[in-house]
T-cell receptor, first 110, second 116 residues
């Protein structure tokens, strides 16, 4: 089993829709979780950290489910500009080193 | 505020040549990471430094790859000799490692390497 797994997609959703992605991780000792966004031919950019209690930033909500070992990202009221690949990252071996998933591609359609 | 700076942005070279990639981390950050991204393997950690000291180089594919961090504001990743399978985007990232469990990494724009 891979350390961090994501559904590669693509997820094709209409503007205004709500979409959710999951990311599963194998190391039950993991403590730090992140969502990054990567546009085509660009670098990954931090979208949000995922805290134990869950957190929200505008239209984006991140949650952690320790029992089932996954994190989720919910995007409400999708915009065309949300089209990108979303990478999850989970710490592996201390708090510095993280392992990235291969990403989930989102395409928001007019 | 300057982010992570990488150079060159694009590199095209011939098999067997030496390639040197450069990175300047965000000022004040004490951790630096080198990643490689390909379609097949995604984003892979090659090596990371803390306070200029290499901590984990288990991701370095083979002896052809080497990385140095002579000071807090500069790092290099060298491939010698280069091979076509080294073609990828190489990212440098930096973070501040302190007492928090959350050490967000910030990425540079990457170097797109093509080895012919």
């Amino acid at each position: 089993r891979k350390e961090v797994e994501q559904d590669p997609g693509p997820f094709n959703v209409p503007e205004g829709a709500t979409v959710a992605f999951n990311c599963t991780y194998s190391n039950s000792a993991s403590q730090s979780f992140f969502w990054y966004r990567q546009d085509c031919r660009k670098e990954p950019k931090l979208l949000m950290s995922v805290y134990s209690s869950g957190n929200e930033d505008g239209r984006f909500t991140a949650q952690l489910n320790r029992a089932s070992q996954y994190i989720s990202l919910l995007i409400r009221d999708s915009k065309l500009s949300d089209s990108a690949t979303y990478l999850c990252a989970v710490n592996s071996g201390g708090y510095q080193k993280v392992t990235f998933g291969t990403g989930t591609k989102l395409q928001v359609i007019p | 505020d300057a982010g992570v700076i990488q150079s060159p942005r694009h590199e095209v070279t011939e098999m067997g040549q030496e390639v040197t990639l450069r990175c300047k981390p965000i000022s004040g950050h004490n951790s630096l990471f080198w990643y490689r991204q390909t379609m097949m393997r995604g984003l892979e950690l090659l090596i990371y430094f803390n306070n200029n000291v290499p901590i984990d180089d288990s991701g370095m594919p083979e002896d052809r790859f080497s990385a140095k961090m002579p000071n807090a504001s500069f790092s290099t990743l060298k491939i010698q000799p280069s091979e076509p399978r080294d073609s990828a985007v190489y990212f440098c990232a930096s973070s501040f490692f302190g007492t928090s469990q959350y050490n967000e990494q910030f990425f540079g724009p990457g170097t797109r390497l093509t080895v012919l």
